[in-house]
């Protein structure tokens, strides 16, 4: 039989093995000799043209080798118990189905689908690696959700008007007939809130000022939200969908004119990840603020990036890292993923361990009072159309809603142009009064949500851990420099809309302050969600310094004076004026910056303004707030219209 042998010039790669050797198909491993049946390798020896005596040189040599093999063994498992953790070789015993281990290995039990918190941690996988678990990025631990939807097919199954003037996708297809709309207006994908595909801001009240000659950015603390995603679990989009197919069933749904695509349309959005759209934003993000800010990296050091366990906001962070860096991103920077449960402490998720924040139903309220309004219509057009169902205005809602859902999700949506261009405007406006009521000035928890990126914000430019805050940070992290480091130039951190609301609420930001009437929309106003937190919104927090005081007016620097930094708010590409918010940073600059010292003495106050052990913890049922026949109302302090600076009275 002929001796499958190794090629003594092939070299041997960590963990290679030739081909014939290990791992080889049946029909590699015949020979005539054996009937075609697979020879194991290890009987190689036994068809050597001498292996009478290397047989006997074999048994000459054995003990000394057995002898050394067990010395080693013993000493290695010996080792293992002295310096490691109580393992054999790190080898960890596999969790029941009933129970298993926590991040930190200790004792835990997989919570009830019903929802409901265990006595003990939520497991997570077991461990299969050394790396820590905050830098575990694959496998995910506590992803959320993460069902994906069907895939998009636009060449075959988009519509449109082929005698109008052809528009392309770019990706999406936004340019629709809109009744009510005309050429000058704004997109009505601009005015869809928290499902706004991104675009810049419109502005915050300022101009754009360049970086004067002299001058230099020195460090940018940036907070951008996850892209473009599906439906979270729960949505009304859902509700509807269902409705449809319960009616369906019963054989008696017909729908015509403009719904008659509803008789074959077929609900089959994902939930929760990132849809195309989203990954394209935070990539395009990172390319964008590589153009930014690219000379502030040092390229001798590896950044800490900060996000959480969610399948988006880690696709998020790490999108946004290959358009920065580009593919091999993993050379630059570091993800740290902060877990994202209730009961955790997480500043990049503050609700989550608020209770409160789950009870701040007040914008909720205003906003289903304001969507009876100025849907009625709409809800009567449509229900007029469908047979075999009760459509209610709720319906109409959520078929308002399934169209930027649609629409990233597959690039355009046919119930976009089931509404008109004012009914659009009342969409955003009802999330302007949902996310005011509930994460900003208008809720008792506005500020508390956010206070503990704030004090992480700070502490950053202090130059200090967090060794306690009384607030959702994560001490244990927060207070250790391998997680959150002080010497970067360079900060990126991911985390979620109602989220980058409470923070600019908790930094004090009152020029989106003033409470929104839920009957009547305002006009123009500086609470739009729109232009705050989009899919894919960025805050970038610059330092600036220069070489005197900056005169307010920009006509140059002051004559005398010394080294001067100053804290400039840049939001979705647009500054925020501080001056409008602080009186000490001196709203008569047209520059809307701050001076350090002044931004940061007027910071020092927040955490007593918020009151995070109170707003999340306290009873603020008891006082506060009356109903519409002016009674004292169950929800106290949550009744909107009554907080208006985002903390308790």
Not at 357 to 373: D, H, V, Y
Not at 557 to 574: A, C, I, P, S
Request: charged share 20%.
């Amino acid at each position: 039989m002929a001796v499958r042998s190794t090629p003594e010039n092939v070299k041997r790669e960590p963990g290679y093995q030739p081909v014939g050797q290990s791992d080889r198909d049946d029909d590699d491993n015949t020979s005539a000799s054996s009937g075609g049946i697979p020879t194991p390798p290890s009987l190689s020896l036994a068809h050597d043209h001498n292996d009478t005596a290397l047989a006997n040189h074999l048994r000459r040599n054995w003990r000394p080798f057995t002898l050394a093999f067990v010395l080693s063994f013993i000493f290695c498992l010996g080792l293992g118990y002295v310096t490691g953790d109580g393992t054999l070789f790190g080898i960890v015993r596999r969790p029941s189905s009933s129970g298993g281990y926590g991040p930190n290995g200790e004792a835990c039990q997989v919570r009830a689908e019903s929802g409901k918190d265990d006595p003990a941690p939520p497991c997570a996988p077991s461990p299969t690696t050394t790396v820590p678990q905050y830098f575990q990025t694959k496998p995910e631990l506590w992803p959320g959700p993460t069902a994906t939807g069907k895939a998009p097919f636009m060449a075959q199954t988009r519509t449109f008007d082929h005698a109008a003037t052809y528009v392309p996708n770019s990706p999406l297809q936004t340019s629709l007939p809109i009744v009510g709309g005309s050429a000058g207006n704004v997109s009505i994908f601009q005015m869809m809130g928290f499902l706004s595909p991104y675009e810049p801001s419109p502005g915050f009240g300022v101009d754009e000022w360049p970086i004067p000659e002299g001058a230099e950015i020195v460090q940018v603390q940036m907070l951008s939200r996850h892209g473009s995603r599906y439906p979270t679990q729960g949505s009304s989009v859902t509700d509807l969908a269902d409705r449809i197919a319960e009616a369906k069933s019963k054989g008696t749904f017909k729908a015509k004119d403009e719904l008659s695509f509803l008789n074959d349309w077929k609900y089959e959005l994902g939930y929760e990840i990132l849809v195309p759209k989203g990954r394209q934003e935070l990539f395009d993000s990172g390319v964008l603020h590589s153009y930014m800010y690219s000379q502030l990296y040092n390229p001798n050091s590896k950044i800490i990036v900060r996000t959480t366990t969610q399948d988006r906001m880690l696709k998020s962070a790490e999108y946004f890292m290959a358009g920065f860096f580009g593919l091999e991103w993993t050379q630059n920077a570091t993800i740290e993923v902060i877990i994202e449960e209730h009961n955790f402490n997480n500043s990049l998720a503050g609700y989550l361990n608020c209770p409160n924040s789950n009870r701040s139903t007040g914008g909720q309220e205003a906003a289903i009072k304001w969507i009876a309004k100025y849907l009625s219509k709409a809800a009567e057009r449509l229900s007029s159309l469908v047979e075999g169902m009760e459509w209610t205005i709720g319906d109409t809602y959520a078929a308002q809603t399934m169209c930027p859902y649609e629409t990233v999700a597959y690039g355009y949506s046919r119930f976009c142009d089931l509404f008109t261009y004012e009914e659009w405007i009342g969409f955003g406006y009802s999330i302007d009064l949902a996310f005011y009521g509930g994460s900003s000035f208008g809720s008792p928890v506005g500020r508390a949500t956010g206070i503990g990126y704030q004090q992480e914000v700070i502490a950053r430019l202090k130059n200090h851990t967090l060794g306690y805050s009384g607030s959702q940070i994560n001490v244990t992290l927060d207070n250790n420099t391998d997680t959150f480091p002080l010497n970067q130039s360079l900060y990126f951190d991911f985390s979620h809309d109602t989220n980058i609301v409470s923070i600019l609420t908790a930094f004090g930001l009152r020029q989106f302050a003033g409470a929104l009437d839920p009957t009547s929309h305002p006009g123009k106003h500086n609470f739009t969600v729109s232009h705050l937190t989009p899919f894919g919104a960025r805050l970038d927090i610059e330092i600036i310094q220069t070489p005197k005081p900056l005169k307010a007016d920009r006509s140059g620097y002051e004559k005398d004076g010394k080294l001067t930094k100053y804290v400039h708010f840049v939001l979705n590409q647009r500054t925020v004026p501080l001056g409008w918010s602080f009186p000490e940073c001196d709203a008569s600059r047209l520059d809307g910056w701050c001076e350090f010292e002044t931004f940061l003495k007027v910071q020092e106050d927040m955490p007593r303004r918020a009151r995070y052990e109170y707003a999340c913890f306290g009873d603020l049922k008891g006082t506060g707030g009356t109903d519409e026949e002016g009674k004292a109302s169950a929800q106290g302090q949550f009744v909107y219209g009554v907080v208006d600076d985002g903390a308790p009275l």
